[in-house]
């Protein structure tokens, strides 16, 4: 929650943190940007350090870490300085997130785990939908700083619970005492930021620019020679265990299309609301109020329905939510009413929490013993370059911002949101990968004779199951 809170607060604070620090729209960008770089770069690699050493060890320091650096910002005297300790956020970020997901894997078996992801879902949901609330309201009362400095106590008590938990022990760590190599966590950390940083500049600088390509190529060369370094690796950061896992690949490719679509569609739909329909932006913020209200109440439902249903059906059922949300938004128009509007983000929440719920319980559910953490820092990985890909995918088919007329955004939109929506439909080819429901049958043969009562299967397969 605390990750989420900080991302959607900030969005509010960087005007009054332009003007109080006399910086550039370049600047206030950065202060995104070097988070973004930071925490996505290090997700993987968080993770695997957590498996060796101990996710409770990582939500601490990750969480103590995360509330200095936030009072680091709120005295900040330039924003050279917020930019460098937002950097420093994102790496404390990297190490929060992976291991509150390996912390379910650890605590709940997997046939249990769709209840406690759903409930992490709402969280995130709930917290992402008060950020822009409560920013508002302390910035216009506190200034930007103050934005910054409830995330200090909130980290202080989650450094509390990390010392009272008592968490089982990992039933993978048969590998602590081998020397994890920097060099296949280095290159996936250049990978990953060459490619952030440059779908992060597409908005300004556009697809064909030497800039982009340049960061695209770079990222896919960089990649290459991890994929070459892995295979060769008797220690790799991803472990064949995991790279081989067809329910943690298809989770997080459906993961990735999903997000494009999902975020991409948010995107576009907000500069329409504000520069077509001339909105502010907390009106444009209540518009879009029903997506994290079906996200909060549709979570637990999606836990249900996973655990009824399977991975595969919910999985499908879900990404056809999404694709059929930010269709219906494509159609769309200055003449729909916010009733009609709502209904689409209501479509929009209860499709994305749904695939939200499956892929988490089914990529960490399916993590080899003591691989929790590698697997959750992959799967945040998707979550958090698949928005990056679906802005950069709407930032090149909108116009610039300003001095258009809302009949030529309307186009534009309609067009931008068709193509997330191919892009949120090449999520159901992962999610068709995905394992259908374990239907119970009769007990094995010659437990019948001793009377056994059969064991319930769990609803994943994981490896250690097979």
Known sequence: ??????????????????????????????????????????????????????????????????????AGIAVAPTVGWVIALRAAQGVCGALLQPATLALLRQVYPPDRLG???????????AAAAAGPLLGGFLV????????????????????????????????????????????????LAAALALLVNALAGVELHGWADRRTVAGLLGSAAVAAVLVRHERRSRNPLVPAAVARSVPVTASMAMLLFTASGMFGALFTSTYFLQYALGLDPLDSVLRSLPLTAMMIVGAPLAGRLLRVLGARTTALGGSLLVVLGIGWLAATDSGTGPVAMGATFALLGAGYATVMVTATGTVVGDAPPGYAGVVGGLKQTAVNIGPVLGIAVAAGLLPAAGGVQAEQWEGAMGTALLVLAATAALALVPAALLPGARRRTGPPPGDASRGRPERAAPYLTSPSEV
Request: aromatic content about 6%; glycine content about 12%.
């Open 115 to 125: 209840l406690p992801v759903a409930l992490r879902t709402s969280a995130i949901g």
């Open 1 to 70: 929650m605390i990750v989420a809170l900080d991302g959607s607060v900030l969005f509010v604070a960087q005007p009054r943190l332009q003007r109080d620090l006399s910086a550039t729209l370049a600047q206030v960008q950065w202060t995104s940007t070097a988070y973004l770089l930071a925490v996505a770069s290090l997700l993987v690699l968080a993770g695997r350090l957590g498996d060796r050493y101990g996710h409770t060890r990582l939500l601490l320091i990750g969480s103590l870490g995360f509330g200095a650096a936030s």
């Open 140 to 187: 216009e009362e506190f200034g930007w700083r103050s934005v910054f400095v409830i995330n200090v106590p909130a980290a202080l008590v989650i450094g509390l619970l990390c010392l009272a938990a008592r968490v089982p022990a990992a039933g993978g760590e048969r590998d602590a005492g081998r020397r994890l190599e920097a060099g296949g966590a280095l290159l």
